[in-house]
């Protein structure tokens, strides 16, 4: 054979070999389990995974395969959610109520799932019971890969950054409180990692930077229900990247960071080599509360100043100065990286609505009980996860489809208490419109997809509003906040197929009933458009027992 003839072949073989080659693997070993901890001085009942809180990073790269086995050592049932991984046509590994049996006591489960076509600050956390309010949650950072150049020089190191409301009353105690039917109140302080401390309090220093060298900061906030702003003094931050997409570089002096929201900012180490704080202070509260940690210079001399940068106003010109900078988050069109599917969906504008779904939350008396709810629905779970039902075509067994109407009723604060499941069509794009009567602020993520936040502004909503939309570089993204008698527009394509959670990040009020699903089925049953059932995926419930149903094909 030629030499020529063997390069061929040789060629053929290496693209062969590429085309079936799997994305990498990474592996993780998690323990639940209960300890004591102290945010704010407090002793209480915390959830670690593996001793730590915050938990351990999944630190990965777009593409990448995670495995992680996760072993339950509490008394109660409990499960993950991947709060920003898409989990295309994968919903089983979602980790929410409505789509996986739980892990319980003693039991472990391992979840199965790629980060695919993403990049970007994301975390997990618990979504059962109120176990969110005791911790059990950590950061995943989805890198870019080796060959997609990023918008920005690789920094020197980068931190993750968990900052939010907390409670000095035990998870338990605060789950007890809403089901009798109670509001848990306000929070009784803001942490940062998991600790909290003020000005002048002897502190370890939370991270190092090296004079010159700059650093990314990962910020999630997993409070509660308070937004928050961070800022660090004397040290303005460029906005990089949002849940997802590299934005228009900006510079901010401070940054509004509403419940369920992350954002990456870069740092420079360009001052006084000393310690500096890092300050977080609650947003929209009657009352501030507020927290700091040290950023200390290596090599530095000095503590930080006593005097704080200002906090943003507080009332209602504060709302209109966070509403700018909503506005002033556009995303980067020019940089490479993971584009939302379908490809081409990026031209947003220029895609025809097909549906538009209104939608008014509210509060409302059941039986004595406070509710939360959505268009006069109040979700509640189901014992069997509702795609496992949907899945072995039992549905008609636990729920009934689009009791929640795409209108808000004449009374939104009239609610039904019942499982809320919204049938949404294979491909279809469509408008959401979230529209907040009341005085405290929201926020909404969807699993399953990223979404183009297109406007937030004061006041209803009405079709000529579209007029203000931003239909060029609104950022794709998977949480958006809606301000006090206020509304919010977003944009989206229902291309993957699955049943996908939308909720409050509230948890107060999701607990209560604040979110819904959406069921998108596949037309045509097929693995091109969803996986079928995972092998080790519990069964409970109605479907305990029962036959498994004809699997997808190809």
């Given at each position: 054979?030629?030499?020529?003839?063997?390069?061929?072949?040789?060629?053929?073989?290496?693209l062969?070999?590429?085309?079936?080659?799997?994305?990498?693997y990474?592996?993780?070993?998690?323990?639940?389990?209960?300890?004591?901890?102290?945010?704010?001085?407090?002793?209480?009942?915390?959830?670690?995974?593996?001793?730590?809180?915050?938990?351990?990073?999944i630190?990965?790269?777009?593409?990448?395969?995670?495995?992680?086995?996760?072993?339950?050592?509490?008394?109660?049932?409990?499960?993950?959610?991947?709060?920003?991984?898409?989990?295309?046509?994968?919903?089983?590994?979602?980790?929410t109520?409505?789509?996986?049996?739980?892990?319980?006591?003693?039991?472990?489960?391992?979840?199965?799932?790629?980060v695919?076509?993403?990049?970007?600050?994301?975390?997990?956390f618990?979504?059962?019971?109120?176990?969110r309010?005791?911790?059990?949650?950590?950061?995943?950072?989805?890198?870019?890969?080796?060959?997609?150049?990023?918008?920005?020089d690789?920094?020197?190191?980068?931190?993750?950054?968990?900052?939010?409301?907390?409670?000095?009353?035990?998870?338990?105690?605060l789950?007890?409180v809403?089901?009798?039917?109670?509001?848990?109140?306000?929070?009784?302080?803001?942490?940062?990692?998991?600790?909290?401390?003020?000005?002048?309090?002897?502190?370890?220093?939370?991270?190092?930077?090296?004079?010159?060298?700059?650093?990314?900061?990962?910020f999630?906030?997993?409070?509660?229900?308070?937004?928050v702003?961070?800022?660090f003094?004397?040290?303005?931050?460029?906005?990089?990247?949002?849940?997802?997409?590299?934005?228009?570089?900006?510079?901010?002096?401070?940054?509004?960071?509403?419940?369920?929201?992350?954002?990456?900012?870069?740092?420079?180490?360009?001052?006084?080599?000393k310690?500096?704080?890092?300050?977080?202070?609650?947003r929209?509260?009657?009352?501030?509360?507020?927290s700091?940690?040290?950023?200390?210079?290596a090599?530095?001399?000095?503590?930080?100043?006593?005097?704080?940068?200002?906090?943003p106003?507080?009332?209602?010109?504060?709302?209109?100065?966070?509403?700018n900078?909503?506005?002033s988050?556009r995303?980067?069109?020019?940089?490479?990286?993971?584009?939302?599917?379908?490809?081409?969906?990026?031209?947003?504008?220029?895609?025809?609505?097909?549906?538009?779904?209104?939608?008014?939350?509210?509060?409302?008396?059941?039986?004595?009980?406070?509710?939360?709810?959505?268009?006069?629905?109040s979700?509640s779970?189901t014992?069997?996860?509702?795609?496992?039902?949907?899945?072995?075509?039992?549905?008609?067994?636990?729920f009934k489809?689009?009791?929640?109407?795409?209108?808000?009723?004449?009374?939104p604060?009239?609610?039904?208490v019942?499982?809320?499941v919204?049938?949404?069509?294979?491909?279809n794009?469509?408008?959401?419109?979230?529209?907040?009567?009341e005085k405290?602020?929201?926020?909404?993520?969807?699993?399953?997809?990223?979404?183009?936040?297109?406007?937030?502004?004061?006041?209803?909503?009405?079709?000529?509003?579209?007029k203000?939309?931003?239909?060029?570089?609104?950022?794709?993204?998977?949480?958006i906040q809606?301000y006090?008698?206020?509304?919010?527009?977003?944009?989206?394509?229902?291309?993957?197929?699955?049943?996908?959670?939308?909720?409050?990040?509230?948890w107060?009020?999701?607990?209560?009933?604040?979110?819904?699903?959406?069921?998108?089925?596949?037309?045509?049953?097929?693995?091109?458009?969803?996986?079928?059932?995972?092998?080790?995926?519990?069964?409970?419930?109605?479907?305990?027992?029962?036959?498994?149903?004809?699997?997808?094909?190809a």
């Amino acid at each position: 054979m030629g030499s020529g003839k063997v390069t061929v072949v040789a060629l053929l073989l290496c693209l062969a070999v590429g085309v079936i080659a799997e994305d990498p693997y990474l592996y993780f070993n998690w323990n639940v389990t209960y300890g004591t901890v102290s945010p704010l001085g407090v002793p209480q009942q915390g959830i670690l995974i593996n001793g730590q809180f915050p938990g351990p990073r999944i630190n990965c790269t777009s593409n990448n395969n995670i495995v992680v086995n996760v072993f339950n050592n509490l008394d109660e049932p409990f499960l993950f959610t991947w709060n920003g991984v898409q989990h295309r046509k994968n919903s089983w590994q979602d980790g929410t109520p409505g789509t996986m049996c739980p892990i319980m006591p003693g039991q472990n489960f391992t979840y199965r799932f790629q980060v695919k076509d993403q990049i970007g600050s994301y975390y997990y956390f618990p979504t059962t019971a109120l176990h969110r309010a005791a911790g059990g949650y950590g950061p995943i950072n989805v890198h870019s890969r080796a060959l997609i150049p990023v918008p920005f020089d690789n920094p020197a190191d980068e931190y993750n950054v968990f900052v939010g409301d907390w409670y000095n009353k035990g998870h338990k105690t605060l789950k007890k409180v809403l089901d009798g039917g109670h509001t848990v109140g306000r929070p009784d302080g803001i942490i940062i990692n998991g600790k909290s401390a003020k000005v002048g309090e002897a502190k370890e220093p939370l991270f190092t930077m090296e004079a010159g060298k700059t650093y990314r900061y990962r910020f999630c906030n997993l409070g509660m229900r308070s937004s928050v702003n961070v800022r660090f003094q004397g040290h303005p931050m460029k906005l990089v990247e949002l849940e997802g997409s590299h934005t228009v570089q900006n510079i901010y002096d401070s940054l509004d960071l509403h419940v369920g929201q992350c954002l990456s900012v870069l740092v420079t180490a360009d001052q006084e080599p000393k310690d500096y704080y890092l300050v977080v202070s609650s947003r929209f509260l009657k009352q501030e509360l507020s927290s700091v940690a040290i950023i200390r210079y290596a090599n530095g001399k000095g503590p930080a100043s006593p005097e704080l940068p200002a906090s943003p106003p507080d009332n209602t010109e504060g709302i209109a100065w966070s509403m700018n900078q909503f506005r002033s988050f556009r995303w980067n069109l020019t940089a490479s990286a993971a584009r939302p599917n379908p490809q081409g969906s990026y031209h947003y504008g220029q895609i025809n609505i097909t549906r538009t779904i209104k939608i008014i939350n509210s509060m409302g008396q059941v039986n004595g009980k406070l509710r939360y709810g959505l268009n006069g629905i109040s979700h509640s779970d189901t014992e069997t996860p509702l795609k496992l039902v949907e899945y072995f075509g039992a549905a008609d067994k636990t729920f009934k489809y689009d009791l929640m109407a795409d209108e808000a009723p004449a009374d939104p604060s009239k609610l039904t208490v019942a499982p809320n499941v919204k049938n949404a069509t294979y491909r279809n794009f469509v408008e959401i419109i979230f529209e907040n009567h009341e005085k405290s602020i929201r926020t909404y993520h969807l699993d399953g997809y990223s979404f183009f936040a297109v406007a937030v502004e004061p006041g209803k909503w009405s079709a000529e509003k579209r007029k203000n939309y931003n239909l060029v570089d609104a950022t794709s993204r998977n949480n958006i906040q809606v301000y006090p008698n206020s509304w919010a527009a977003i944009m989206l394509t229902f291309d993957n197929a699955g049943m996908w959670n939308l909720r409050s990040e509230m948890w107060e009020k999701t607990y209560l009933g604040e979110q819904l699903y959406f069921s998108v089925l596949s037309p045509g049953r097929s693995l091109r458009d969803e996986y079928n059932l995972p092998d080790n995926h519990p069964l409970c419930g109605v479907v305990k027992g029962m036959p498994l149903p004809t699997p997808y094909k190809a």
